[in-house]
């Protein structure tokens, strides 16, 4: 008599890290990533505010990738904000919280001024 066993290990979702911060300038693309392990392979979600990105964001737009990757091809000022990663399998799940700020391109001009008079200053100083 022949009597096989099958066994099912399962391993809950695990993350390197619990939070990233991405800058980008407005109408520029972002992609954020989302690196998870676990057996089976956890499912990916990417929420913000507590909803589904997919159910409240302009699909043409943001785009979650095979690798669960966030692709936001053009980002704008109201993209800025938290966002979370949710990983999920039978065993479990994990979160990776994620802030985008966006940078309008009169900030980022701001700052190149500033940055350029404050190496005038230095050069004049020494």
């Known amino acids: 008599m ?3 066993v099958c066994v099912w290990s399962t391993v809950p979702p695990e993350m390197p890290r619990s939070h990233d911060d991405y800058t980008v300038i407005v ?15 956890p499912q990916i979600t990417w929420t913000t505010h507590g909803d ?3 159910d ?9 990738l095979a690798n669960g990757a966030l692709r936001i091809d053009h980002v704008t ?8 990663c949710v990983a ?4 479990g799940n994990a979160t990776l919280a994620v802030t985008l ?26």
Do not use: W
Not at 29 to 38: F, K
Not at 78 to 84: H, L, T, W
């Open 2 to 4: 022949f009597l096989g």
């Open 27 to 41: 109408d520029n693309p972002v992609l954020m990533s989302c690196e998870v392990t676990g057996i089976p392979a």
């Open 52 to 54: 589904d990105v997919a």
């Open 56 to 64: 409240v964001k302009d699909a043409s737009t943001f785009h979650v």
């Open 77 to 84: 000022t109201e993209d800025s904000g938290m966002y979370e």
């Open 88 to 91: 999920t399998n039978v065993a």
């Open 101 to 126: 700020s966006v940078q309008g391109v009169f900030e980022c001009l701001l700052l190149y001024t500033v940055l350029a008079y404050l190496s005038v200053i230095m050069h004049y100083t020494r």
